[in-house]
């Protein structure tokens, strides 16, 4: 069993950060990928950043140069610092990783997801 637990969401006004965790426990073998992924009310789920085992990164464009992921393969966890935050990133934030247990499966995880809220 294999859980993700989301840390770091709030209230923030317009050009300020936060800095989103979400630590990984359970039966890990190891993890591909780590993303996060974001929705907003009335619109779909959408891909906000990923990085790969080797430290590759992905961003969405709407946040290049103001978000910034990173990954701890120690503690299982990643992280999304988001800088110069605007009204429109507001959203509930997901956690995912690709990940395989021991058994060597490889599975889609998601956490319960974080509440960003931008005032403007």
């Known amino acids: 069993q294999v859980q993700l637990a989301e840390s770091g969401g709030g209230l923030v006004q317009a050009g300020g950060s936060l800095r989103l965790s979400c630590a990984a426990s359970?039966?890990?073998?190891?993890?591909?990928?780590m993303g996060w992924y974001r929705q907003a009310p009335g619109k779909q789920r959408e891909l906000v950043a990923t990085?790969?085992?080797?430290?590759?990164?992905n961003y969405a464009d709407s946040v290049k140069g103001r978000f910034t992921i990173s990954r701890d393969n120690t503690k299982n966890t990643v992280y999304l610092q988001m800088n110069s935050l605007k009204p429109e990133d507001a959203a509930v934030y997901y956690c995912h990783m690709y990940l395989s247990d021991f058994s060597y499966r490889g599975m889609d995880y998601w956490g319960k997801g974080t509440l960003v809220t931008v005032s403007s």
């Open positions: 990085i790969i085992s080797g430290g590759s990164t």
């Open positions: 359970g039966s890990i073998f190891s993890i591909n990928t």
